[in-house]
C-alpha cells in the first residue's frame, strides 16, 4: 500500500516541512560527494549503540560527539530509495501536522520524536556499532500524529496485486493503522535478531509512532481540524 497523496489540504505554506525536505536533499548530495569518507562520515553522525552505552570509556568521548547524532541522524540517510521514501511520507502528511501545531512545535515536534526513536533503537540495539540514519523516526512520529488527528481523512493509496496497480482512497485510520502493523510484526519477528543491529530499524519506527501520538496529544494546537 503505497500512498500518494491526501484529500486534506492546508491552509497555509508548509514551510518547515519543504525546508526538512530541502535540508535533507542537500545532505544527501554532500553523501554523494563524500566518496570513500562516507563510512567514516555515517559513524561519526550517525546513532551508533555502543558510542552512546560505552562513551565514558571510549578514549576521545565528548558530549558533543556522543549526542550531536541524536539530531545529526535524522538528516542522513542509506540511498536513494531510502531518502525518496521518507521525503514522500512526510510531504503527503507532514503540512498538516505543522498547520495543526504551527512552525516552531512543529520543528520541536519533529525532533523529539527523532530523537525518541533513536533512543528506542539505542535500547534494543545496545551493543550494535552499525550506525543507525534516516528520517523514518521523526517522520513515524507525523504519521501517528496525522493518524490521530486527522483519522477520516481521505488518502489516496496504490495497492500492487501482482500486474495489476489498483488505485484506490481510505480513510488516513486505516492506512496509517495498517502501515503501524506492518512495522510492528516485522519488528517482533526480527526481535531476536535485534542485537545484530543490522537491516530496517523496525522499533525506532514504533516508537516514533506511539511519541507522535503522545505528544500531539500534549504540544498546543495552532489550528485543530478533526476529520
Same mark, same amino acid.
Given at each position: 500500500?503505497?500512498?500518494?497523496?491526501?484529500?486534506?489540504?492546508?491552509?497555509?505554506?508548509?514551510?518547515?516541512?519543504?525546508?526538512?525536505?530541502?535540508?535533507?536533499v542537500v545532505v544527501?548530495?554532500?553523501?554523494?560527494?563524500?566518496?570513500?569518507?562516507?563510512?567514516?562520515?555515517?559513524?561519526?553522525?550517525?546513532?551508533?549503540?555502543?558510542?552512546? &552505552?560505552?562513551?565514558?570509556? +571510549?578514549?576521545?568521548?565528548?558530549?558533543?560527539?556522543?549526542? @550531536?547524532? !541524536? %539530531?545529526?541522524?535524522? *538528516?542522513?540517510?542509506?540511498?536513494?530509495?531510502?531518502?525518496?521514501?521518507?521525503?514522500?511520507?512526510?510531504?503527503?502528511?507532514?503540512?498538516?501536522?505543522?498547520?495543526?501545531?504551527?512552525?516552531?512545535?512543529?520543528?520541536?515536534?519533529?525532533?523529539?520524536?527523532?530523537?525518541?526513536?533513536?533512543?528506542?533503537?539505542?535500547?534494543?540495539?545496545?551493543?550494535?556499532?552499525?550506525?543507525c540514519v534516516g528520517?523514518?523516526?521523526?517522520?513515524?512520529?507525523?504519521?501517528?500524529?496525522?493518524m490521530v488527528t486527522?483519522?477520516?481523512?481521505?488518502?489516496?493509496?496504490?495497492?500492487?496485486?501482482? &500486474?495489476?496497480?489498483?488505485? +484506490?482512497?481510505?480513510?488516513?485510520?486505516?492506512?496509517?493503522? @495498517?502501515? !503501524? %502493523?506492518?512495522?510492528? *510484526?516485522?519488528?517482533?519477528?526480527?526481535?531476536?535478531?535485534?542485537?545484530?543491529?543490522?537491516?530496517?530499524?523496525?522499533?525506532?519506527?514504533?516508537?516514533?509512532?506511539?511519541?507522535?501520538?503522545?505528544?500531539?496529544?500534549?504540544?498546543?494546537?495552532?489550528?485543530?481540524?478533526?476529520?
Amino acid at each position: 500500500m503505497i500512498p500518494i497523496r491526501d484529500r486534506n489540504p492546508s491552509g497555509t505554506f508548509p514551510l518547515v516541512t519543504v525546508s526538512i525536505i530541502f535540508i535533507n536533499v542537500v545532505v544527501f548530495i554532500i553523501q554523494l560527494s563524500a566518496g570513500p569518507r562516507l563510512d567514516a562520515l555515517l559513524f561519526q553522525f550517525g546513532v551508533v549503540p555502543i558510542k552512546v &552505552i560505552y562513551s565514558s570509556e +571510549i578514549p576521545g568521548s565528548t558530549f558533543a560527539n556522543t549526542y @550531536f547524532p !541524536f %539530531l545529526s541522524y535524522m *538528516f542522513l540517510h542509506g540511498g536513494f530509495v531510502h531518502l525518496i521514501g521518507n521525503m514522500w511520507y512526510l510531504w503527503i502528511f507532514g503540512d498538516n501536522i505543522e498547520e495543526t501545531l504551527g512552525r516552531f512545535r512543529f520543528i520541536l515536534f519533529y525532533l523529539l520524536c527523532g530523537i525518541g526513536s533513536a533512543m528506542v533503537h539505542i535500547y534494543l540495539n545496545s551493543q550494535s556499532g552499525i550506525p543507525c540514519v534516516g528520517a523514518s523516526g521523526a517522520i513515524a512520529g507525523v504519521l501517528g500524529a496525522y493518524m490521530v488527528t486527522f483519522p477520516r481523512a481521505r488518502v489516496l493509496v496504490i495497492i500492487p496485486l501482482f &500486474i495489476i496497480w489498483e488505485i +484506490i482512497e481510505l480513510p488516513a485510520v486505516f492506512v496509517l493503522g @495498517f502501515w !503501524f %502493523l506492518i512495522q510492528f *510484526f516485522s519488528g517482533a519477528a526480527a526481535i531476536s535478531k535485534v542485537q545484530g543491529g543490522g537491516g530496517v530499524a523496525w522499533w525506532a519506527h514504533i516508537g516514533g509512532f506511539i511519541l507522535g501520538i503522545i505528544l500531539i496529544k500534549i504540544f498546543p494546537k495552532s489550528r485543530y481540524r478533526r476529520l
